[in-house]
């Protein structure tokens, strides 16, 4: 565990008259160039008097949360230099772009990663242009932004972001600034408690920011009108020591607004400074650091601070008016035209530029140089900075596998035991996150190498179990936080993984998307390296959900997956524990992807041993000679595909009744464990060439394909591949009550004799020779739901089925009708 | 406007003892139903000794949170005789199952409902085997419960539900308790300040009861963790006044803890009635009510209160060990079955139910009767009480079309000016809810008839433009409340829509999963009555995003929704504003579905009178003879098929450039509004026949599909209609970046030119003949992106494409092109 050993102390004297003089030239800079990004595309400099043909044709951006950014981010500067801070800047209004994007321009860094856009005139004009313009950059802080971990959009991740950033980089401060609109999302009202799972003396710090400027498109913010005393109590209640500033309201002399400012940051990272020192302290001492009332600011200043007061008599600064643009006219009206060139001179942009363009040195060196600049912070670029994991050799954890189906483990378990020397091996660079689930999915083992991380209230160890102020495991009921946490850690250049019920994953299909979106576009940015991917485990899943009644099942987070490009997602099914060890294995070594990993936690056979594991993951599909009854070199019969552990469980026992049923019958059986694999390779990296796919499934045959999820995905997967639609999908189809598992399947058709009626169905010439093998399946069907109402549970000859009835299970682990609640929130 | 007529006044007195002896009693009869139902199948009222095989075989439940909402319900039923209250109870640990089906089945509503579980032995073990068990019902509140309209299941939206409940109903209130885990949501940290959006004379009151037991499954949970006096600081910060109790613990008299609670609960209703009180008299001078710090109740008692205090030396009352099932080895070891036998005599059975096995008249009486009980309320299920809406005639709205294209439109805007006279002629019956997007997405229209409801502070109107106390239309930057507030507001029987950009309401994926589950289970619920649907208008959509650079875009709510059941689930994507209104008039027509409408905002050519819209949604699809070249008698060539209204412009505009380029080419053009209908029938409902479809779109004709969301879609629904794969879908791929609207299209492969190049490409015969228009088309598109990189903007043949070039825009509306920022969060 890495701990702070240096945090800089506070200085002692307030910025000179001098030095916010030019602090507020630097503001002034930044907000001309962000007006000058969202309306010019010519003489940038306004060395020219201001024409129509200078005004972009179409005006998109925001303009009303931006020079609340830039105030802060210049102010942020003087306090970096000062201090010698190791700092960060997350954009929560990320449609303040044009601001940060200036300021990054300001610092020279935008000038470094672009050199087209050059610190001069030439280059100023290009800045401007590019803006919201075709083949240029978004209006929204985006990858494209230098410094920038977190993308405009949808709004409430800034604070959790924030926190994962700050994980394990106890030198490191990021001042999070969050807008009043996005204080209002459900994400980012919960994750003011990340505090609570904060260490003082191993993370870094956040610097929460609510800018408070009082409006979004069309209505005021809830926090700008609740009244000062209440927002207090709420801050307060969030724990932490609020510090209100207001500044630039009834023509208030900026100066003025700047010495108050630099007050109230400097007692904030007083505070803070003072905070770091006793954990420094406490930690020299082999002393806990307790949770402390962490400072935040409260930053109320007009929503389009010095923008046009009123627009055609209507009021702007200071209104929901100035969200967008506020002169949208400055094209087509003299009177717009005139009041956008007023706007842009009342910054005196003589007085900021040289010459050439560039800005003044004096101004300038407000700012700091070369790391020291947030928006070169190394670890922005998480990529630059990753150490690849240590992962200890799989071999050791894996489960033994004489002969296929010989032996039951709980393939989570397994993984657990592999993730505890992970956990080990990588004090300060991996953590596993996830709604109060870890224990639950079984990854318990972890707990031996670790702790859950917490900084709030404890009690005794008889009721707090496994719970410290420091640990690798990260529990909030809040999949947004888990997510949220979990990319800011990534996005710095750590690795990790959220555990997760299957049911539950939808929470954060839309922010999955946003990251989904990033790796996309920074695939395409040179300059970003690759970050470790997002790994996801899915337990829980639909097929062991019976209890919960027809609430908890859902295994659509993989439909919705597939929607994103190609290059950036990943699903893997692995049947077994030591698919599963292969597969993680593989993630935890993987860049740039988004793997989602879907596995059950219940006891259930084991397949394979580590060495064909490895082979089968590799293949990401392959043929189960043992399982079949294949003849050399003669075509099957038919092909029975599975993907997902218990698909495959009834896909073998349907290959075993088949097989003492019809043994004439030449069965093949196929496992998928990389859903991506039944692609095409025009369409996925990972698909298979046509002459592939045939050599696996055939030229014509038909496939009776058992999966995990919604049956759709496999046609639209194997779609250019399924010549005469002979693939046959069983998988959910939205079926579920209060019942058992096998029950389950068999609302769905997918257990192991509606696959064998199937084959029956679908195999040339079975129908009428096996019409009593197919009424004996129905039969059975009967006989099992049956049972499962009469004694509440699947018989035992389903329940502990066994592939290899030789086998010895008592060994390999607790039977698959284990008591087991399958967990829940 | 309903206003409150007629609050209960306040009782003097305080419960006498023998009063609380009957709750107590009360809640030991609710405690010990409840803790049967998860290990009992037999021997209910323990009148033989308790044997191992009265115990079920599988013991799933959550005992955990139980005693305490039995307690709560206890008290509030006290609380509705005393005073008279109209209440309902909302479940947010809803795990908590067995202690509200054990509440309702004491109140005999249960016994109503399913007669079988009569009250006497008999129906008691029924009661308890049933209980998450085959064929019976979850181990949640579910819909099977009465009095529910909360299922447990994905935690987080109690608190929505309950103030979208209390919208328009003045006389009610609702004790909503929400469990600490949810808590941790981030849905429910927002929907805290659901009180700013709350009218005290218009709408009923909810009591939060914050159940602070403590801990999740493996974790203690945060807010109980903070100490009081944080915790109290952030429920004022709430706007509550936060009455603190906490009992059980210590081995506190039970009488006591009755007494004390009996108190905290009283002086809440008494500030209640205060305040309600208060606003009446505010309605009654005409006078508004502001919002006042309503009395919230922080509940805190031990997880597992009154259960086993010890299991195996381990800590269990008042643990995490309490969450589920505290005695999980009852069947297998003679102590465990020993320890439950003592737990359930503790409630001391014989002295609460008679002979027959029957509640004590006595103990029964302190509950209230008929349609005051809580588990009978009317409202909760909502479809009992529903009142159709008053819909005014779309007559009265629709844009006068004389010839196809020949006019232009905003679609959103035209469906804006009919929702006012919705508006207008439902007072108290209909909102609108949206994340302050209702003016962005063009409905501003609303806004002559209605306001914004807000009661937090005002300023003036020249900044705080259509806010009031009082308003149908419900705005807060968070998507996951304004679905919670309108699914609160359809399930205790009133209407409503969800306005949103269509990016973002992937926010919402997991929310809808549950109550599209809800519908589905309500449909085989008799007793439950068909509720309004829930209708989505998703505006801002992927084909209009172009300046918000790759980050707004995103089509697969739609691909997420139709994952669920087909008899649930509706999509519309009409084409210009006529079907617009005549689908939403639809919609607002239907129960128990869910609708999602996609629409455009933009200027948009006009393609059908009212007449042929409504002809056209009817079918849900049909072939535009007026933009094909079909020879009557003949088949076509070539089919071109479109759902959305971006890809019917392209459909067209290929159609036009067809029949210019290519004369003798038979055209057929076909406009999908209703995407259901693209299945088979065998599969959904609204499916079409294969004879119908091949009517519509041949039988072996190549088909070129322009769609609006992701390709894959389309081959899916059509998947059994597609014989030999002869659909060609185009639509969005995940492409985009900071571009023009048309530059987005051809970066999808979804322009005009290239379903122009499809045709070419994929009817027989015309790839040599028109090779040369072929490449004109490629060329077209190099010249497109040409200009807008140039020039910023599409060229105007484009962005002011017509269809009927002889038509006076001009009066129809603005160009396509119009300045807009496309709105933004």
Redesign the interface.
Known sequence: MTTTTSWPNSPADPPSGDELSRIHAWWRAANYLSVGQIYL?DNPLLRKPLQREHV???????WGTTPGLTFLYAHANRAIRQRGLNAMYITGPG?GGPGLVAATYLEGTYSEVYPAVSQDEEGLNRLFTQF?????????V?PETPGSIH??????YSLSHAYGAMFDRPDQIAFAVMGD??A??????????SN?FTNPQQDGVVLPILHLNG????????LA???DE??????????HTPLFFTGGFEDEDPMAAHERFAAVLDEALDQIAEIKQRAQEDAAHGRETERPAWPMIVFRTPKGWTGPKTIDG??TE???RSH??PL??ARDTEEHLADLDAWLRSYRPEELFDEDGRLLEEIASTAPASAQRMSANPATNGGSVLIPLRLPDIRDHAVEVDRPGASVSEATKVLGGWLRDVVRDNPDNFRIFGP?????NRLQSVYEATD?Q?N????PH????H?ARSGRVM????E??CQGWLEGYLLTGRHGLFSSYE??I??V??MV??HA?WL??TNELEWRRPLASLNYLLSSHVWRQD??????Q?P?FI??MV???AEIVRVYLPPDANTLLSTYDHCLRSRQYVNVVVAGKQPNPNWLSLDEAAVHCARGLGIWEWAGTEVDGEEPDVVLACAGDIPTIETLAAAKILREEIPSLKVRVVNVVDLMRLQEDTEHPHGLSPQDFDGIFGEDLPVIFAYHG?P?LI??LA?RHDRH?RIHVRGYK?EG????PF?MLMLNDSDRYHLVMDVIDRVEGLATRYAGLRQQMVDARLRA?AH??E???DPAHIAQWQWDDTADHAAGGAPAQA?D?????
Chains 1, 2 share one sequence.
């Open positions: 595309k972009k044709p179409r005006l998109l951006g925001h449609h919201s313009f075709p083949g240029g950059i978004p209006s929204h985006a993308e405009g959009g949808e709004l409430g609109g996005e209002e999302t459900g994400p980012l009202a919960t994750s003011w408690h609570k409006y979004k498109i069309a209505n005021p913010t809830v009108r609740l009244g209440e927002l207090e109590a709420l801050l307060r209640g969030y724990g209507q009021v200071g209104s929901w967008q643009v949208a006219s109060d689930e870890t224990a639950s859950k917490w709030a209230d404890f009690e008889d009721r707090d179990e719970l529990e909030v009921l809040s947004h936080q049911a539950f939808h929470i299909d839309s998307n946003q979106k996309k576009v209890h919960n009644g027809f609430s908890h859902d659509g439909d919705h929607n994103k490009k919604y759709w046609h639209r779609y639609s939205e009550t209060t019942t058992t029950d739901r499962a109402y004694h509440g549970e008591q609640t399958g967990g829940d929130n």
